[in-house]
C-alpha cells in the first residue's frame, strides 16, 4: 500500500478524514445559511432569486459546489465505515451499562445523528436543488431579465406541515452532530490546550444552537408568513 | 451486609456463557471488592462448586491487573481500580451486576477473565526505546524541563487495565495507546524512534482490531489513573508528524524492502 492510503485507511486517518471534510462542511453551511436567510426578505423573493442565479451561474461556486458534494460523500462513506467497524470491536454488548454519564448523548449518537441529516439531504436536494438543475422551476422577471423563480418553489414547498416538521427535526440533529464535531474535529488534528479548550467548547455549541436556530427558522416563518 | 451478585460464568472462550446469581452475607463495609468475591469463592470451594475466576495480582491499585464491569462501570462506581474499591461503595441488600471486560480484541478466557494481551502487542510494536539503558546517570546529566518530566510522568502512570477500552463505546484503545506513545515522545530518550513508535503502535492498535476514537471523553472518565484525553490529542498530533513530516515512519529495513 502506498504511504497515503495507508496512513488514510488507519483508524486515525480516517478521523482525519471525518475532521477535514467536517469542517469544509461547516464553512459550507456557514455560506448556505447567509444565502438562504434572503428567502425571510418581503421583496417577493426578488433578491434571493437574483442570489441563486448568481450562484447557479458563478464558475467559482460551481466548483466549490462539485467538491462539497465530494466531501459529503467522503464523510458519509468514511462514517460508515467507522461506525461499522467500531461496532464490530464489542461484538458481544454489556448486560447493564451505566455509562450515560461519562460522555455526552450527541457524542454517542454521532452516527444516528448524521443518518437523519443524510435523509434529510436527499429530501432537500429533491426538493430545490433537482427542480433548479433540471426543471420545474417557474420564471421570473426583473428588469427584464428572466430569473428562475425558486422563491416561489421555497414558498410553495413550506405550505406543507411535513416538510416543515423534516425540515425543524433535521436542524436539531444537525445542531447536535456539530455541538459534539465541532469540537471533536480539533481533537483529531490533535489541538487540545488548556488555553483555547474552553473557548472552542464554547464556540462550538453556540455555533451549532445559531446554525440549528438559523435554518429551522426558515421554514416556520414562511409557513406561518403565506 | 447481604449482597445478591450476579455474576458472569463461562467455562472457556467457546461456551455461551451466562449469568449466575449467588448470595454472600457477612460482607464488611470495609472489604474491597475483590476481597468480597473471595468471600464467595472460599464458600463455592466449600460447597464443592466452581470459584469463580477474575483477575487481580498486586492488589494495591498499580498493576493494572483486577478487571470487572461492575453495575454498568468499569471497576465499578468510583474512579479507581477494582482493587481500591471498598465495599462501603454499596448498600446493605444491593444487587451487583459483574461482567468481564466487552471487547473482540479482549476475548474472555474464563468468567471475568479476558485476554488482553492485545495490548502487550501494541507495546511489543514500538513502546519501547531500542537502546540499553545502562546504569543511572548523573542527575540532570540530560536536561528535561519540568513540565515535559510532568507530562511525561502522568501518561507513564496508565497500568495497562483495559478499563478506557472497557468504557468506550467503540472499544478503543487510543487512552491506552496515547498514554505509552505521550510518555517515551516527550523525552529525550524516546525522541529518536519517535515517528516509527506511532506508526506501528497505531497499526498494531488496527490490527488487533480495537475501534477508532469519538473523542467521547467515556475513557479518561473512567481512568483509574485519569489520564487525560489531551494524550491522544498528542497521539493524532504524532501520528500525522510521523506521517507527513518526519524523513523516517518506519525501520529501515522495511522502507528497503519497500514495505
Ligand atoms: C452538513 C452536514 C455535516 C456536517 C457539517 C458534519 C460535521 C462533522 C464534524 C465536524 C465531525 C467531527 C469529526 C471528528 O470527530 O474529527 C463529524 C463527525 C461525524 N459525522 Fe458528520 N457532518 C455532517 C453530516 C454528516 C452525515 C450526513 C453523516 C452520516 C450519514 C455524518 C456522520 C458522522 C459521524 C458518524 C461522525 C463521527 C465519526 C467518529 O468520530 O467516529 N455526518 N461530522
Ligand atoms: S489509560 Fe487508564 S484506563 Fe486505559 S489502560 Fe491506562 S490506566 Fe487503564
Ligand atoms: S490488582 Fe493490581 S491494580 Fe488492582
Avoid at chain 1, 180 to 197: D, E, Q
Amino acid at each position: 500500500m502506498s504511504w497515503i492510503a495507508e496512513t488514510l485507511t488507519s483508524s486515525v486517518g480516517r478521523k482525519v478524514i471525518m475532521a477535514l471534510t467536517g469542517f469544509f462542511l461547516i464553512l459550507f453551511i456557514i455560506v448556505h445559511l447567509s444565502g438562504n436567510l434572503q428567502l425571510l426578505l418581503n421583496d417577493g423573493g426578488e433578491q434571493f432569486n437574483k442570489y441563486a442565479h448568481f450562484m447557479g451561474h458563478n464558475p467559482l461556486i460551481q466548483t466549490v459546489s462539485i467538491l462539497n458534494f465530494t466531501f459529503i460523500l467522503l464523510h458519509v462513506i468514511t462514517s460508515i465505515i467507522l461506525t461499522r467497524r467500531n461496532s464490530e470491536a464489542r461484538p458481544v454488548k454489556y448486560h447493564v451499562s451505566r455509562m450515560q454519564n461519562s460522555s455526552t448523548w450527541a457524542s454517542r449518537n454521532m452516527g444516528f445523528l448524521g443518518s437523519i441529516i443524510f435523509i434529510f439531504l436527499v429530501v432537500h436536494l429533491a426538493n430545490f436543488w433537482f427542480k433548479m438543475k433540471f426543471g420545474g422551476v417557474p420564471m421570473v422577471e426583473y428588469d427584464g431579465v428572466q430569473y428562475k423563480d425558486l422563491f416561489t418553489v421555497v414558498k410553495e414547498a413550506f405550505q406543507q406541515e411535513w416538510i416543515v416538521i423534516v425540515y425543524v427535526v433535521a436542524m436539531v440533529a444537525l445542531g447536535y452532530h456539530l455541538s459534539h464535531g465541532f469540537m471533536s474535529a480539533f481533537r483529531t488534528f490533535g489541538l487540545h490546550h488548556r488555553k483555547y479548550n474552553g473557548f472552542i467548547k464554547g464556540l462550538g455549541i453556540a455555533f451549532s444552537i445559531a446554525v440549528a436556530i438559523g435554518y429551522a427558522i426558515i421554514p416556520v416563518i414562511i409557513y406561518f408568513r403565506y | 451486609m447481604k449482597l445478591t451478585l450476579k455474576i458472569w460464568r463461562q467455562k472457556d472462550a467457546n461456551d455461551k456463557g451466562r449469568f449466575v446469581t449467588y448470595q454472600v452475607d457477612d460482607v464488611s463495609p470495609d472489604m474491597s471488592f475483590l476481597e468480597m468475591l473471595d468471600v464467595l469463592n472460599e464458600s463455592l470451594i466449600h460447597k464443592g462448586e466452581d470459584p469463580v475466576a477474575f483477575d487481580h495480582d498486586c492488589r494495591e491499585g498499580i498493576c493494572g491487573m483486577c478487571s470487572l464491569f461492575i453495575n454498568g462501570k468499569p471497576h465499578g462506581p468510583e474512579q479507581t481500580t477494582t482493587c481500591q474499591l471498598h465495599m462501603r461503595s454499596f448498600k446493605d441488600g444491593d444487587t451487583i451486576v459483574i461482567e468481564p471486560w466487552r471487547a473482540k480484541p479482549f476475548p474472555v478466557v474464563k468468567d471475568l477473565v479476558v485476554d488482553r494481551s492485545a495490548f502487550d502487542r501494541i507495546i511489543q510494536a514500538g513502546g519501547y526505546i531500542s537502546v540499553n539503558t545502562g546504569s543511572a546517570q548523573d542527575a540532570n546529566n540530560i536536561p528535561i524541563p519540568k513540565d515535559k518530566a510532568s507530562e511525561a510522568f502522568d501518561a507513564a502512570t496508565c497500568i495497562g487495565c483495559g478499563a478506557c477500552v472497557a468504557a468506550c463505546k467503540n472499544a478503543s484503545a487510543m487512552l491506552f495507546v496515547a498514554a505509552k506513545v505521550s510518555h517515551l515522545a516527550l523525552l529525550p530518550q524516546g525522541d529518536p524512534e519517535r515517528a516509527i513508535r506511532v506508526s506501528k503502535m497505531v497499526a498494531q492498535m488496527d490490527a488487533e482490531g480495537f475501534g477508532a476514537c469519538t473523542n467521547t471523553g467515556a475513557c479518561e472518565a473512567e481512568c483509574p489513573k485519569g489520564i487525560s484525553v489531551k494524550n491522544i490529542a498528542r497521539l493524532n498530533r504524532e501520528f500525522l508528524r510521523a506521517k507527513f513530516i518526519e524523513e523516517v515512519d518506519k525501520p529501515l529495513e522495511e522502507l528497503a524492502e519497500g514495505k
